[in-house]
């Protein structure tokens, strides 16, 4: 599971609200990623990073925000949830396995936006 | 704007027969993935495929990519109710090292 874990598991909140997802990796890689995951969209890329304080946006960033302090987490900061962010989201990592870039992802976490 | 088409979108086929997934990508790109999740899983790797031509098979599953007709196959043979579950495919775009992926084909083996 490329010591991938992913904190909470599951989380309900209300819209307004702050909430922040965490991504923990115990085996120094430098990639970190996160997704949503929803039904017809397969998933879609929210931000990455490329080592400490290094992160970019990718296609559905809107609305969130992320921080690397430290190689081992990469946090997800949803500033003022809303209902569409209602999904499940799923850090990842990437890793050179012999040349290749492989990507892992941690357990997902479920969030849901009343 | 980089498109990872899937197709079909959902797939009932009864065990024993033969199937391919089929993914489309609009971007210029060797490097194919494919993954596989079971419901309420996350997801697993179960190809890397890195070159023009390149074929690669685990079990009943065979995967292939022409990178000049942006297009891999994902083929099932003589299918099991085990590879029941969604299969994703992924490009990999260099620059920045981002994955794009698929909608999904949601596979069901029917006894």
């Known amino acids: 599971d490329a010591g991938i874990t992913q904190s909470p598991r599951h989380k309900v909140t209300e819209t307004g609200t702050p909430v922040t997802l965490r991504c923990h990796q115990t085996e120094n890689h430098r990639y970190m990623y996160w997704y949503r995951q929803d039904p017809g969209h397969g998933l879609r890329l929210i931000h990455y990073s490329y080592g400490v304080k290094d992160t970019d946006k990718g296609e559905v960033s809107d609305g969130y925000s992320v921080s690397r302090s430290k190689t081992e987490d990469f946090l997800l900061t949803l500033e003022s949830a809303t209902s569409s962010q209602t999904s499940v989201y799923f850090c990842a990592i990437s890793e050179v396995i012999a040349g290749d870039d492989e990507q892992f992802f941690g357990p997902g976490t479920r969030l849901t936006v009343l | 704007e980089l498109k990872v088409e899937q197709n079909p979108l959902f797939l009932s086929m009864q065990e024993g027969k033969n199937y391919t997934i089929y993914c489309n990508y609009s971007t210029t790109s060797d490097r194919l993935y494919w993954y596989r999740q079971d419901p309420g899983k996350s997801l697993e790797s179960l190809f890397v495929?890195?070159?023009?031509?390149a074929v690669k098979q685990e079990g009943r599953l065979m995967a292939s990519l022409d990178t000049k007709a942006r297009l891999s196959t994902l083929h099932i043979t003589a299918a099991v109710h085990d590879l029941s579950a969604t299969y994703f495919c992924a490009v990999l775009v260099s620059t920045g090292n981002q994955f794009y992926f698929g909608t999904g084909t949601s596979l069901t083996v029917i006894p």
């Open positions: 495929l890195l070159s023009n031509g």
